[in-house]
Every structure is written in structure tokens, then in C-alpha cells.
């Protein structure tokens, strides 16, 4: 097709959408190229799920444009439906309809003939490791073969692009890793993904790019390596004895960052410039200012740290906890 | 229009297949009703007078009618689970026509709705109802009750998409339809209750619908034909474009 050329599969242009009174989402502009991946972070209730709904044609956008593959999300939605997959946080299969009945079924409303879609069917049962489960209600099945199935059944037309909502929220870390290999192996076929998720670690190991989103807006794009710098790389975390002189220890802290530490009760927090011989320079000048230590860490920034660094005091915003 | 077909066809036969692995819903629709049917016949049966029949003939009309409009409750639930489960988000991120998640669900009630009628018939023979007419005024009589089944279900599809839960679709349709099927000539003559709810009774589309029934099977008088058609047409007029309405926003949100 020509109008897909070399342009990029993904093209979201000043999108807004609203609920009632609440801004969703406020002049979001995205890009994602074709065969990358793409996380989209953000806490709950960030917006995230509502761009995926508007890129996947569930949700008409109240303002703005959202291009994929070329196709405009609202006046090509019918076609754009042909060549995009979308599995969901929810898991979104029949839990009284076996793993081969669902993929049938999902074939089918693809248009494909029940034969061919019964092929399909056993081929992604195959290759998500669901083989022995084929015949079985689905709902007998782990929260993790869910998701697979929910997978194989947004790849049943083998879609260019791919919408993966969360797709390892409440998972146990086994089935997180067995879903992230999966997922590597459709990017390294050039499947172009958008992905949801809360966990850095997630978009640290799946995304080529990140774009952080927070109260409906972008806040943040670029690599996770690069989200961290700006939050300014690593920290030391030092939990002091429970009768331990926490300014002592804030003052003998003090010259190893440009920042000065934090105290919250025992825990003492502090960037640090330099990660070699942070530790060994911690304990040095803890132990000359007569500190009792407990414990003590470097500790890389997580989503957390990122969104604090981005938002400033948006995590207490959002969260709505009450200042002690 | 083909692909409309065929879609609709998909749908149907999946919440086909995943019926017998839901046993509360078939318990629902096979022991409930011959358990009424019973209890009608043996307690209350005795002390009914229905001129003219034996209450066994009048009851089944009666209760069949009562139990096709219940028919649809399959449908309230069923598409609530599904908004509910994220498969109508599912569904919409296909290339499917659109009307074939809610025309494949109301499609599925007529065979589950046939299934019971069945069931209610053979079990009403064999306690001593029989059929009073020609077997093509019985089929007659077979196909207006289909049609009345399909019109309520679009009432519970309505229902289904409207409510917060499966539990709420139950008891709001349980709360709309029972007393209409109560108030009217299903379980007693109508000549028999007080002046207001007779009044009720006799322009309610249950009394209409049965007394067709109970014209094409048994060969009563009073039957209308035009107008139990004209009840279910009306049904489906108001309630199919409100339940497809509220399918797109509850899709949408």
C-alpha cells in the first residue's frame, strides 16, 4: 500500500479526550517508528489506557489526529481494525470457550473461513506453549496462559502493529518473563509495538523509546537510560541505627553530592556524583562522625524517582495521600 | 450483508457453545421452568377454575409464554459479562460487522428459547396436556412464540448493557417481567381478578400473546393473531435501538 511508504506506523498529533470533567488526555503528540518498540509509562488513571483505546478505534478522540500505519483512526477505522492486534490488561478472552475455540472464533470474525482459522488457531497454541491446554475452558487456565492466549489472539492475522495494554500487570515474575520473551520475538520479526506499563523495568527491557505520561499529559520521551539521567542517576540509601544522630550523619554525608540529603526518620537519602567507591566512601565517613549504620545501598531510580524528578510534586497529587 | 451474516453466525454459536459449561444458566432454563410447571399443576391447579379446559391445557400456553420472555435473561447476563471482561473491546478492535455482537446474542436465544419450549411441551404432555388443532396452527403457534422470546430479548440485551453487574441484570428483568406475566391470563382467567388489575390484564401483551396461544392450540376464542404480532414487532421497534444506543456507548466509555 502506498500511503504506508516509509512513514512511521504510529502518528499521534495533538490528541485530547475527556471524561465529563476530567482531561484524559491534553495534546499528546506521539511517534513511533515502524518495527520499534514503544513504552508508554505512567501511573493509574495517567492516560495511557485511553490513548491505546483511541489508537485502536474503541474511543473516538474529542480534539486532534492519531494516524497508524497511515490510516486515520476514525475515517479508516474499519480498515485499520484488519491490520492491528490488541491484547489487554483484562485478559479479554471467553473464559467458557476452550484456547482453540477463542482463536477460532476471533479468526473468523477476521473474515477467514473456519478451517483456516482452526489452522491458525493450533499454530499460535503451538507457539505460545498452550498446546496442552487447547481443549480446556479457559477459564481453568493461570493468570499467565491467559495472557498468552489473549496474545495469540491479537496475532491471529499476523497484525504489523501491535497494542499491548499492561500486559504483565498481576502477573508472578515467571510468567512476566515468559511473555517478555514472546514479545522479543515478535519485535525481532518487526512486529512495531505500543506498549502500557507502570514498571520501568518492563520498558527498560522490552522499549527501544519511552514516553512518560502523567495527568493526561506527555512529560517525558526518549530512552530509559536518558529518563534516568534526568533524574540524575544514583542514590545513596543509608538506614542508621535506630539511636543513631541522623544530622551527623546528613552533615558527614553532605560533600559527597551537589544535593543536600534528605532524613526521613533512620533513612537518609543522597544523589551521588560519582557510583565507584560511593559505598566505601559512605561508610568511611559514617564511621568517622561515630554513625551507626543498619544498612546501606546504591540504589538505580525507578519509575518512582522518574516521575518525581518529572512531575515534581505530582506523586502526591495523584496520589491523593494526605502530608502527614 | 454477507459478512454481517456470518459474523452474527459466529457469535451466535459461541455463546452456544459455552452454554452447557455454565450449568447455573442451563439449570435456569430447563429444571426451573418444569419445576413451575409442577408446582402449577399440583398445587395451585386444583383450586383454578378454567372453564371450558382442564387447567393442565390452560397452563402450559400460559407458562411457556412466561418462560420464552424470561428466555432472554441468558442474553442481559451474557453481555454484561462481556462488557464487563473486556471481550466487547475484543470485538471491537475486529474488522466485524458491527451489529453481530448484540443480532449473534439475540440469535442464540431463539435456539436456547426452542430448547426450553421443548422441554416445557414434553413435559406438559406427559402430564396430559395435548394439542386441540390443526399441527399447522400448533407450528403457527410455536413461531409466534419464538418471535414474542426475540422481542424480550432485545429488551434484556437493553437491560444487560444498562446495569453494573450480571447479578443486577438478573433481578431488574426479574422485577420488570414477573408481574407482568403475573397480572395477566397466564396462571388464571382473567375475569377472575379485581376490577384495576383486570383492566391491566387485559391490555398487557402477555394476556394478548396467550390467548393466541391458547386460540392456535387449543382452538379458544378471543385470540389475536395481528395483535400479538404487533406487541413483538413494537418490542423489538423500541427496545433493539436503545439496547444498540447504549452497546455503543457502554463500548465507547
Same mark, same amino acid.
Given at each position: 500500500?502506498?500511503?504506508?511508504?516509509?512513514?512511521?506506523?504510529?502518528?499521534?498529533?495533538?490528541?485530547?479526550k475527556?471524561?465529563?470533567?476530567?482531561?484524559?488526555?491534553?495534546g499528546?503528540?506521539?511517534?513511533?517508528?515502524?518495527?520499534?518498540?514503544?513504552?508508554l509509562?505512567?501511573?493509574?488513571?495517567?492516560?495511557?489506557?485511553?490513548?491505546?483505546?483511541?489508537?485502536?478505534?474503541?474511543l473516538?478522540?474529542d480534539?486532534?489526529?492519531?494516524?497508524?500505519?497511515?490510516?486515520?483512526?476514525?475515517?479508516d477505522?474499519?480498515?485499520?481494525?484488519?491490520?492491528?492486534?490488541?491484547?489487554?490488561q483484562?485478559?479479554?478472552?471467553?473464559?467458557?470457550?476452550?484456547?482453540?475455540?477463542?482463536?477460532?472464533?476471533v479468526?473468523?470474525?477476521?473474515?477467514?473461513?473456519?478451517?483456516?482459522?482452526?489452522?491458525?488457531?493450533?499454530?499460535?497454541l503451538?507457539?505460545?506453549?498452550?498446546?496442552?491446554?487447547?481443549?480446556?475452558?479457559?477459564?481453568?487456565?493461570?493468570?499467565?496462559?491467559?495472557?498468552?492466549?489473549?496474545?495469540?489472539?491479537?496475532?491471529?492475522?499476523?497484525?504489523?502493529?501491535?497494542?499491548?495494554?499492561?500486559?504483565?500487570?498481576?502477573?508472578?515474575?515467571?510468567?512476566?518473563?515468559?511473555?517478555?520473551?514472546?514479545?522479543?520475538?515478535?519485535?525481532?520479526?518487526?512486529?512495531?509495538?505500543?506498549?502500557?506499563?507502570?514498571?520501568?523495568?518492563?520498558?527498560?527491557?522490552?522499549?527501544?523509546?519511552?514516553?512518560?505520561?502523567?495527568?493526561?499529559?506527555l512529560?517525558a520521551?526518549g530512552?530509559?537510560?536518558?529518563?534516568?539521567?534526568? *533524574? $540524575?542517576?544514583?542514590? %545513596?540509601?543509608? +538506614?542508621?541505627?535506630?539511636?543513631? =544522630? !541522623?544530622?551527623? &550523619?546528613?552533615?558527614?554525608? @553532605?560533600?559527597?553530592?551537589d544535593?543536600?540529603?534528605?532524613?526521613?526518620?533512620?533513612?537518609?537519602q543522597?544523589?551521588?556524583?560519582?557510583?565507584?567507591?560511593?559505598?566505601?566512601?559512605?561508610?568511611?565517613?559514617?564511621?568517622?562522625?561515630? *554513625? $551507626?549504620?543498619?544498612? %546501606?545501598?546504591? +540504589?538505580?531510580?525507578?519509575?518512582? =524517582? !522518574?516521575?518525581? &524528578?518529572?512531575?515534581?510534586? @505530582?506523586?502526591?497529587?495523584?496520589?491523593?495521600?494526605?502530608?502527614? | 450483508?454477507?459478512?454481517?451474516?456470518?459474523?452474527?453466525?459466529?457469535?451466535?454459536?459461541?455463546?452456544?457453545?459455552?452454554?452447557?459449561?455454565?450449568?447455573?444458566?442451563?439449570?435456569?432454563?430447563?429444571?426451573?421452568?418444569?419445576m413451575?410447571?409442577?408446582?402449577?399443576?399440583?398445587?395451585?391447579?386444583?383450586?383454578?377454575?378454567t372453564?371450558?379446559?382442564?387447567?393442565?391445557?390452560?397452563?402450559?400456553?400460559?407458562?411457556?409464554?412466561?418462560n420464552?420472555?424470561?428466555?432472554?435473561?441468558?442474553?442481559?447476563?451474557?453481555?454484561?459479562?462481556?462488557?464487563?471482561?473486556?471481550?466487547?473491546?475484543?470485538?471491537?478492535?475486529?474488522?466485524?460487522?458491527?451489529p453481530a455482537?448484540?443480532?449473534?446474542?439475540?440469535?442464540?436465544?431463539?435456539v436456547?428459547?426452542?430448547?426450553?419450549?421443548?422441554?416445557?411441551?414434553?413435559t406438559?404432555?406427559?402430564?396430559?396436556?395435548?394439542?386441540?388443532?390443526?399441527?399447522?396452527?400448533?407450528?403457527?403457534?410455536?413461531?409466534?412464540l419464538?418471535?414474542?422470546?426475540?422481542?424480550?430479548?432485545?429488551?434484556?440485551?437493553?437491560?444487560?448493557?444498562?446495569?453494573?453487574?450480571?447479578?443486577?441484570?438478573?433481578?431488574?428483568?426479574?422485577?420488570?417481567?414477573?408481574?407482568l406475566?403475573?397480572?395477566?391470563?397466564?396462571?388464571?382467567?382473567?375475569?377472575?381478578?379485581?376490577?384495576?388489575?383486570?383492566?391491566?390484564?387485559?391490555?398487557?401483551?402477555?394476556?394478548v400473546?396467550?390467548?393466541?396461544?391458547?386460540?392456535?392450540?387449543?382452538?379458544?376464542?378471543?385470540?389475536?393473531?395481528?395483535?400479538?404480532?404487533?406487541?413483538?414487532?413494537?418490542?423489538?421497534?423500541?427496545?433493539a435501538?436503545?439496547?444498540?444506543?447504549?452497546?455503543?456507548?457502554?463500548?465507547?466509555?
Amino acid at each position: 500500500m502506498a500511503a504506508d511508504g516509509d512513514e512511521s506506523a504510529i502518528t499521534v498529533r495533538g490528541v485530547s479526550k475527556a471524561y465529563g470533567d476530567v482531561q484524559a488526555l491534553v495534546g499528546v503528540d506521539l511517534d513511533v517508528a515502524r518495527g520499534t518498540v514503544v513504552g508508554l509509562l505512567g501511573p493509574n488513571g495517567a492516560g495511557k489506557t485511553t490513548l491505546v483505546r483511541i489508537l485502536t478505534t474503541l474511543l473516538t478522540a474529542d480534539s486532534g489526529t492519531a494516524r497508524v500505519l497511515g490510516l486515520d483512526v476514525q475515517r479508516d477505522a474499519a480498515r485499520l481494525r484488519e491490520r492491528i492486534g490488541l491484547a489487554g490488561q483484562y485478559a479479554a478472552v471467553d473464559e467458557n470457550l476452550t484456547g482453540l475455540e477463542n482463536l477460532t472464533m476471533v479468526g473468523r470474525l477476521y473474515g477467514a473461513k473456519r478451517s483456516a482459522a482452526k489452522a491458525r488457531g493450533r499454530e499460535l497454541l503451538e507457539r505460545f506453549d498452550l498446546v496442552e491446554a487447547a481443549d480446556r475452558p479457559t477459564k481453568t487456565y493461570s493468570g499467565g496462559m491467559r495472557r498468552r492466549l489473549d496474545l495469540a489472539a491479537a496475532l491471529v492475522a499476523e497484525p504489523p502493529v501491535l497494542f499491548l495494554d499492561e500486559p504483565t500487570t498481576g502477573l508472578d515474575p515467571r510468567s512476566r518473563l515468559s511473555l517478555w520473551e514472546v514479545i522479543e520475538t515478535l519485535v525481532a520479526e518487526g512486529t512495531t509495538v505500543l506498549l502500557t506499563t507502570q514498571y520501568l523495568d518492563e520498558a527498560d527491557r522490552l522499549a527501544d523509546a519511552v514516553a512518560v505520561i502523567d495527568h493526561g499529559r506527555l512529560i517525558a520521551e526518549g530512552t530509559t537510560d536518558e529518563l534516568k539521567d534526568r *533524574v $540524575g542517576g544514583e542514590r %545513596l540509601e543509608v +538506614r542508621l541505627d535506630a539511636d543513631a =544522630d !541522623v544530622q551527623a &550523619a546528613v552533615r558527614a554525608l @553532605a560533600p559527597m553530592s551537589d544535593e543536600a540529603p534528605s532524613a526521613e526518620g533512620t533513612l537518609v537519602q543522597v544523589p551521588v556524583r560519582v557510583r565507584n567507591g560511593a559505598i566505601v566512601e559512605a561508610v568511611h565517613r559514617l564511621s568517622e562522625a561515630d *554513625v $551507626g549504620v543498619d544498612d %546501606l545501598a546504591l +540504589r538505580r531510580p525507578t519509575l518512582d =524517582d !522518574v516521575f518525581l &524528578a518529572l512531575t515534581g510534586h @505530582a506523586a502526591e497529587d495523584g496520589s491523593g495521600e494526605p502530608a502527614p | 450483508m454477507r459478512r454481517a451474516l456470518s459474523d452474527t453466525l459466529v457469535i451466535a454459536e459461541r455463546n452456544l457453545i459455552r452454554l452447557p459449561r455454565a450449568p447455573e444458566l442451563l439449570l435456569a432454563f430447563t429444571v426451573q421452568p418444569v419445576m413451575f410447571v409442577l408446582l402449577f399443576r399440583y398445587v395451585f391447579g386444583g383450586a383454578i377454575r378454567t372453564p371450558g379446559y382442564a387447567y393442565v391445557d390452560y397452563l402450559i400456553p400460559g407458562i411457556i409464554v412466561q418462560n420464552i420472555a424470561f428466555g432472554g435473561f441468558v442474553t442481559a447476563i451474557g453481555l454484561n459479562e462481556d462488557v464487563h471482561k473486556g471481550l466487547i473491546d475484543r470485538f471491537r478492535s475486529l474488522p466485524m460487522a458491527r451489529p453481530a455482537v448484540l443480532a449473534g446474542r439475540t440469535l442464540s436465544d431463539i435456539v436456547t428459547n426452542a430448547l426450553s419450549m421443548s422441554i416445557l411441551l414434553v413435559t406438559g404432555v406427559i402430564i396430559g396436556f395435548s394439542f386441540h388443532s390443526s399441527v399447522s396452527d400448533a407450528i403457527a403457534g410455536v413461531a409466534l412464540l419464538l418471535l414474542f422470546g426475540y422481542a424480550f430479548s432485545w429488551f434484556f440485551a437493553f437491560i444487560g448493557l444498562l446495569v453494573s453487574s450480571p447479578e443486577a441484570a438478573n433481578s431488574v428483568g426479574f422485577i420488570a417481567v414477573f408481574p407482568l406475566t403475573f397480572i395477566s391470563s397466564a396462571f388464571v382467567p382473567v375475569a377472575s381478578m379485581p376490577e384495576p388489575l383486570r383492566a391491566f390484564a387485559t391490555v398487557n401483551p402477555f394476556t394478548v400473546v396467550v390467548d393466541e396461544i391458547r386460540h392456535l392450540w387449543l382452538g379458544a376464542p378471543h385470540g389475536s393473531l395481528w395483535g400479538s404480532i404487533a406487541w413483538s414487532l413494537g418490542i423489538i421497534a423500541v427496545f433493539a435501538p436503545v439496547a444498540v444506543a447504549r452497546y455503543r456507548r457502554a463500548a465507547g466509555q
